[in-house]
């Protein structure tokens, strides 16, 4: 049995509750980032090959246990190749250069404007360089999105770098069916929307939103960010994404106010979600992924190279988000969306996709085990928690699951503060304690707790009495 280990935020059969789904972060602030990695995992998972997540966060120090346990060492990643992804690109690097087993990147991708012009990225091209040879020595080529990470890696000297898009689209193998169910939208289509707060907020998506919600009764917005579902499940503001009331995840929205949004946990319920909608359409490439895997036609409003790639690779129907009037109808991407180029290509890319997986060492579920089948049985037989919802109420079932997750939170961590006054007093006395945030010395942790959840309970509890 080959062990492989899959840089993910968690594997596909954890059926997270919503309140430890949060505090943990299992989606790495953006639930898109389980669609390519949970499509990973399915791909790989063969009879004779076991994956194992071993969660997002980058342990150097597990260089050792990694090498004894498992025999290759997958990191499927999105856009990597940024200036705010540096760090961590550093600490993935200094952990890989520890590794003495293969390591395979299947499909990373670089930012920048929808211009192509890598001059952004200049910074953090020793970084770039740095990771990729780290793996290109422990692996026969990387994969990348598309044709400007291939440029932006080959002008740096790398030859083995293969397109191979996003592991995502691939979740279901060779099979990608996508047509359009009606022959235009009108007032009763289902419509799903997405978007960064970026895109709302600067890039012209908010008017189009408030539109497409005038004109469409049954629009629902689907948010990704972490950010997004603590405001829907706590209506907590405290992230700075909370100043931006142009989106839809903001309890001052209509749509929150109306239950017209989500955000999903698990891909699994998001993707069965989707099969009852229309059409799909928005500024999140993973977003609408999810649409196209569910068989719901869907346009991306490409505001990046990241997702332009992507789309120019796959032939999904898209737009510059830069070039979108104010006043666009939904029904107008539907029309011109043409799926051809999508389904058509899909057979060859997958193929060149295997291939990768091929050349690396790897075997998938659709060549070499079952297609799937057993890991989708598996699935079903899960309960995975619905779409997070807005809080707009104060009932006794809703208060009471937050409610005891903050209990159990405070006695974990009245625990944890004992056990560490206990550890505090075997230390010499010349040891000092370093202070905490000021204001904050002699307050006890429930108190702190209290003061951190206190101000979004009683917003909900207010709302709800309204």
Request: glycine residues 8%.
């Amino acid at each position: 049995m080959k062990r492989i280990l899959l840089r993910s935020g968690k594997s596909p059969y954890d059926a997270v509750p919503v309140e430890e789904a949060l505090h943990q972060d299992v989606f790495a602030t953006n639930s898109g980032n389980l669609i390519f990695s949970d499509a990973t995992h399915k791909i790989l998972e063969t009879p004779r090959t076991e994956v194992v997540s071993n969660g997002i966060r980058t342990d150097v120090a597990a260089a050792g246990r990694i090498n004894e346990e498992f025999d290759a060492f997958v990191v499927p990643l999105a856009n990597a190749f940024r200036p705010s992804f540096e760090a961590q690109l550093r600490r993935l690097t200094r952990l890989i250069g520890k590794l003495k087993i293969p390591v395979i990147v299947p499909g990373i991708g670089a930012q920048t404007g929808l211009n192509y012009n890598p001059a952004r990225l200049k910074p953090i091209e020793p970084a770039v360089r740095e990771f990729v040879s780290a793996v290109l020595e422990r692996s026969a080529s990387i994969g990348v999105r598309g044709e400007f990470t291939e440029k932006y890696l080959r002008d740096m000297g790398f030859n083995d770098v293969e397109v191979i898009g996003c592991p995502s689209l691939f979740m279901y193998g060779e099979r990608l069916d996508v047509r359009k169910r009606a022959e235009s939208l009108g007032p009763e289509s289902r419509i799903a929307v997405n978007g960064s707060h970026s895109a709302m907020r600067t890039q012209g998506l908010d008017p189009v939103v408030r539109n497409a919600h005038a004109r469409y009764p049954h629009l629902r917005f689907i948010g990704q960010n972490l950010s997004d579902a603590r405001q829907l499940h706590w209506r907590d503001l405290s992230d700075p994404n909370g100043t931006v009331t142009e989106m839809p995840t903001h309890p001052d929205h209509p749509m929150f106010r109306e239950d017209k949004v989500r955000v999903y946990i698990d891909p699994v319920t998001w993707i069965d979600d989707l099969r009852g909608f229309d059409f799909s359409f928005g500024s999140r490439i993973h977003g609408n992924i999810a649409a196209l895997l569910a068989g719901t036609p869907a346009t991306v409003l490409c505001g990046d190279s990241r997702t332009l790639e992507l789309c120019r690779y796959f032939g999904i129907p898209h737009r510059q988000i830069t070039k979108l009037p104010a006043d666009l109808d939904p029904a107008e991407l539907y029309a011109e969306a043409d799926f051809g180029p999508l389904i058509r290509g899909h057979q060859e890319r997958f193929e060149r996709f295997t291939g990768f997986l091929t050349r690396n060492g790897l075997e998938n579920t659709f060549t070499h085990g079952d297609g799937g089948a057993a890991h989708e049985e598996r699935l079903r037989s899960l309960a995975f928690p619905p779409g997070v919802r807005p809080w707009n109420d104060a009932d006794v079932a809703s208060l009471t699951t937050r409610f005891g997750f903050l209990q159990s939170r405070i006695t974990e961590l009245s625990t944890e503060n004992v056990q560490l006054k206990r550890e505090l007093t075997r230390k010499p006395k010349t040891v000092k304690l370093t202070p905490g945030p000021a204001g904050t010395s002699g307050r006890s942790v429930y108190r702190l707790a209290r003061r951190a959840v206190g101000r979004p309970l009683r917003k909900a509890l207010q709302s709800g009495r309204q």
